[in-house]
T-cell receptor
Framework: DAGVIQSPRHEVTEMGQEVTLRCKPISGHNSLFWYRQTMMRGLELLIYFNNNVPIDDSGMPEDRFSAKMPNASFSTLKIQPSEPRDSAVYFC?????????????FGPGTRLTVL | AQSVTQPDIHITVSEGASLELRCNYSYGATPYLFWYVQSPGQGLQLLLKYFSGDTLVQGIKGFEAEFKRSQSSFNLRKPSVHWSDAAEYFCAVALYGQNFVFGPGTRLSVLP
């Protein structure tokens, strides 16, 4: 299995631009997670999908952030408009069923820099 | 307040030396406990997890962790560190029906 795939691996954009991050979970996994990692705040859960439905988006920082999962094999995290404080590494993870005991498999991350 | 702490931000050990990384949690109930490792430029990989039963848990890459209820701790250990173990280590906890909360991480450096 190829594991969780994220694209792009690196993104540099200017403030005010729209940014779209993409994720392909492991085939057969029913749960998908988006995390943000920064030096100041560590690893934070942004949103969690189960069977393509958003279950918990309480970690999404503000309305500029949105996430979709149109099918079981694809998800996007969009930031519009982007701001310099959005600079971080964004991870996507997937798990088989999404329970508290379920192992999460992480992608390599997308390093976002907003100038 | 519920929290998970890793008291050591950065640890340096010599190759071949033993290692212990600390993790403490503050929850009303015993959560599920995990250790993940993040190599430079990579995503996180699960090392081991504890749900119940034997309090000493074996994981991959020669790591083990011990759950101590009385101390609310889940410390990670390895008897002999290899240079390839240099990475960031995250403790994570989850209550039943809830999502993971990750600790701040401990960065491990290994001296040759």
């Amino acid at each position: 299995d190829a594991g969780v795939i994220q694209s792009p691996r690196h993104e540099v954009t200017e403030m005010g631009q729209e940014v779209t991050l993409r994720c392909k979970p492991i085939s057969g996994h029913n749960s998908l997670f988006w995390y943000r990692q920064t030096m100041m705040r560590g690893l934070e859960l942004l949103i969690y999908f189960n069977n393509n439905v958003p279950i918990d988006d309480s970690g999404m920082p503000e309305d500029r952030f949105s996430a979709k999962m149109p099918n079981a094999s694809f998800s996007t995290l969009k930031i519009q408009p982007s701001e310099p404080r959005d600079s971080a590494v964004y991870f996507c993870a997937s798990s088989l069923v999404g329970g508290s005991t379920d192992t999460q498999y992480f992608g390599p991350g997308t390093r976002l820099t907003v100038l | 307040a519920q929290s998970v702490t890793q008291p050591d931000i950065h640890i340096t050990v010599s190759e071949g030396a033993s290692l212990e990384l600390r993790c403490n949690y503050s929850y009303g109930a015993t959560p599920y406990l995990f250790w993940y490792v993040q190599s430079p430029g990579q995503g996180l990989q699960l090392l081991l997890k504890y749900f119940s039963g034997d309090t000493l848990v074996q994981g991959i890459k020669g790591f083990e962790a011990e759950f101590k209820r009385s101390q609310s701790s889940f410390n990670l250990r390895k008897p002999s560190v290899h240079w390839s173990d240099a990475a960031e280590y995250f403790c994570a906890v989850a209550l039943y029906g809830q999502n993971f909360v990750f600790g701040p991480g401990t960065r491990l450096s290994v001296l040759p």
